[in-house]
């Protein structure tokens, strides 16, 4: 199958070989056109469109050569001109057919640019600073947006031009050549007409800041008690996701603020409000004299933005808890609480020394495990495995995940194992720092899928589907099923040291955990918690059959993992979330009393 490669670095294989094949087709078409190579100038152009295509939906390649000032659109316009001179080259003799054929080539740009150019002011009165989902804003006219082409179409609708008047300089028959940029230039002619009507129709539309003050006063009228704030890199709105539901269930009003528009795509379905606000001024000017309470899933420069804001209280709710180093970021202590799920990480952030006090740290349990439900007979059907590695990592630790050093190795031992199947769900990261576990990860994948049992899902399974395929291997790389879903279809898990595994630990069922760097298993029980209730399995795959089995037989480890489970997550409770509704309630009684004025100090601002 397929793998995109818009997230993959600049150095990897494929983002060396656009870097090289865009500079050597842009180089080589014009190198041709000065010499007077009408063929070589059409390989060229052929080429060095099909590269810039492919290269402009890699991020890392596109964001290069708009560093490097050479953009889609500029390399496109090196093209059409380095055609000018090709042309001078070679019908020097005839001057009306050069200025001919000249004037229709700069046409081509020229009217590329104009549209361009018209679009800028209709984005301004169109696309909004702050987007919204669930919010009905008032006041706000909405007018049709005329099709506009990506770049990429107009660069490539314009690819024909410059082959065929090559072609043209050869044959010396020129019609073609006039005809295709003719329909060009009358193209573009009828979308810069539609966009000065549609200029026309938006010009009274609200300025930016005046539909953010709708926006705003919508939000107001709401008037939410807690903000879930997030900012981060487009795959990893994951981290988001997992705390939605927990919002939508924590009995008050909660208002999730996103600093990127990516993220709308990867956004799961919610009842919440929402607001997309990517100017750190737009931020600052948002009034939310209600909110008490700022929750933060992760550590970003952005954060800063609203942890500014003096009259909340802010709250780092993470996501995940394990025993990684990134489990105790010092700069936490810069949040009024951190709320962790059990005495497991009140003990951590103790030992860490890293200024978060002890009496910020809340134990409020996890509340995304209530669904997670317990081991189930196995009549009749093959063991499930579930394969949950961790990503590699910011710490060029090469052992903090399995899935380089090991994972082709487990999966390959699973996927030969008799009444076994195999689920594989890698972290929506993995390989976005490493090559060689990218490289393992594709290889994983590729393992499975031509097992002979393997089965495509769809893009959103329903539990009768996923009751369907529960003999077959599968890969789970989308938003379904969720992790705590593949839970629930696996008997046994095998994941690194991370919070899938204490998670897990809510389902009472046995888990294997690789020890890539084959430390000494004591050490290893001693320092991290979560391998204390874990089958520890070394690079060598001598004592795998045998934990596997044991977990999946007799289970000697089950009465390790009953007390772990309220060390790790706290105690048991019918509603996870109770524990999340009685420390909001307090703490926003705590940010009243402290702050009774607060809303009226926030109004009195917004109408200076």
């Known amino acids: ?66 560093r490097a000032q050479n953009g889609l659109a500029l390399r496109s316009l090196v093209r059409e001109l380095s055609f000018i001179v090709l042309a001078a080259r070679l019908v020097d003799s005839d001057a009306l057919l050069f200025t001919a054929a000249a004037v229709a080539t700069t046409s081509v740009p020229l009217v590329r640019g104009g549209a361009l150019f018209l679009r800028t002011p209709f984005d301004r009165r169109t696309r909004q600073p702050v987007q919204t989902l669930n919010i009905e804003i008032s006041g706000q006219a909405v007018h049709p947006v005329p099709q506009f082409p990506r770049l990429q179409t107009q660069i490539a609708a314009a690819t024909p031009i410059l082959v065929v008047g090559a072609w043209s300089l050869t044959s010396h028959v020129w019609w073609p050549f006039f005809a295709l940029a003719g329909l060009y230039v009358a193209a573009f002619a009828v979308l810069i007409a539609r966009l000065a009507w549609a200029i026309a129709a938006v010009r009274d539309n609200p300025s930016d800041r005046q539909a953010t003050r709708l926006i705003n006063a919508a939000v107001q009228a709401r008037k939410p008690r807690a903000v879930l704030y997030f900012s981060g890199s487009r795959t990893s709105t994951y981290q988001l996701n997992m705390w939605l539901s927990t919002m939508e269930r924590i009995g008050q009003e909660v208002l999730v603020i996103i600093r990127e528009r990516a993220h709308l795509a990867g956004l799961a379905q919610t009842t919440l409000p929402v607001v997309v606000i990517p100017r750190s001024v737009d931020l600052m000017d948002f009034r939310l004299p209600t909110v008490r309470v700022a929750f933060y899933v992760a550590h970003v420069g952005k954060n800063i933005h609203l942890l500014r804001e003096p009259r909340m209280k802010h709250v780092f709710i993470g996501h995940g808890e394990s025993d990684k180093v ?18 497991a990480s009140r003990e951590r952030w103790h030992r860490a020394q890293v200024g978060v006090r002890d009496e910020a740290v809340v134990e409020v349990g996890r509340p995304q495990l209530g669904g997670i439900e317990g081991p189930t007979p196995r009549t009749g059907r093959p063991l499930s495995v579930l394969y949950a590695p961790t990503w590699e990592g910011w710490t060029d630790d090469p052992f903090v995940s399995s899935c380089a050093s090991m ?12 009444d076994t199947r195999v689920i594989y769900k890698p972290h929506p990261l993995t390989g976005t720092v490493s090559r060689e576990t990218r490289l393992k990860n594709d290889e994983i994948m590729t393992a499975i899928r031509h097992s002979g049992n393997y089965a495509e899902l769809p893009d ?15 890969v789970v790389t989308g938003n379904a099923p969720d992790l705590y879903e593949c839970f629930n279809l696996a008997d046994v898990l095998i994941g690194d040291i991370s919070s899938v595994v204490p998670d897990f630990l809510a389902s009472n069922k046995p888990y294997l955990m690789p020890n890539p760097g084959n430390r000494d298993h004591r050490a290893l029980r001693d320092e991290l918690a979560s391998t204390r209730g874990g089958y520890l399995i070394d690079r060598s795959p001598n004592g795998w059959e045998a934990a596997l089995a044991d977990a999946a037989g007799c289970d000697t480890l089950g009465p390790d993992r009953a007390g772990l489970r309220s060390y790790l997550l706290g ?15 307090r703490l926003i009684a705590t940010a009243d009393a402290q702050w009774p004025h607060a809303a009226a100090e926030s109004a009195a601002l917004e109408h200076e």
């Open 407 to 418: 994972g082709p190795a487990i999966v390959r031992w699973l996927l030969d194992r008799p």
């Open 326 to 343: 990134a489990s105790i970021n010092p700069f936490t202590k810069v949040c009024d609480e951190v709320w962790v799920a059990g005495p």
């Open 460 to 474: 959103s399974p329903t539990i009768a589907t996923l009751d369907d395929l529960a003999d077959r291997d599968l």
């Open 571 to 585: 105690p048991r409770v019918d509603d996870p979330v109770e524990p999340w509704r009685v420390a909001l309630s």
């Open 1 to 66: 199958m397929f793998e995109s490669i818009v997230d993959r670095p600049a150095k990897s294989v494929p983002g060396l070989i656009l870097l090289g094949g865009t500079v050597a087709a842009q180089v080589g078409a014009l190198a041709a056109a000065i010499v007077g190579a009408p063929l070589a100038f059409a390989i060229a152009v052929v080429v060095g469109v099909a590269f810039d295509l492919a290269g402009h939906e890699m991020a890392a390649v596109r964001t290069l050569f708009a």
